[in-house]
């Protein structure tokens, strides 16, 4: 009688949660495209474009956008657009997590970045990159 309640319960545990995912709506493609990373390297070239933020309690907050190339360490390029909450240094390295998802203007979406020293730069990146 045991194995038939664990079995009755494992198919009420599953039906539960594939009724919880079905009826949350979440968007599988965009979530792989999320998840599928590439690591890419980029220089800042030029100072980001501000763009201040107004609350509604009167607080505001200023980001800088970016649209630049980026290369992989095979040398090839995506064009990617992120911000930053302050004006990155100019000729700062960046090591950047490019998704698969790309904003209205065709641009690929970043998850993450972080400044890196040249020596971490891929050789086929670095000249890409110029360095």
């Not at 009167?58 to 064009?79: I, L, P």
């Not at 000729?91 to 698969?100: F, S």
């Amino acid at each position: 009688m045991k194995p038939v309640k664990v079995i009755i319960y494992a198919v009420l545990v599953i039906s539960v949660v594939i009724g919880v995912l079905m009826a949350s709506n979440i968007d599988f493609a965009k979530l792989k495209k999320q998840m599928n990373t590439t690591d890419m390297y980029v220089v800042v070239t030029e100072n980001g474009k501000a763009e201040t933020i107004q609350f509604d309690d009167k607080d505001s907050m200023t980001r800088f956008h970016y649209v630049q190339e980026a290369y992989d360490k095979n040398g090839a390029a995506k064009k990617i657009t992120f911000s930053a909450n302050k004006n990155l240094r100019l000729n700062a390295i960046l090591l950047v997590t490019v998704q698969e998802l790309k904003d209205a203007d065709g641009h690929y979406l970043i998850g993450s970045y972080e400044e890196v020293q040249a020596d971490l730069v891929p050789e086929k990146t670095k000249i890409k990159l110029g360095l």
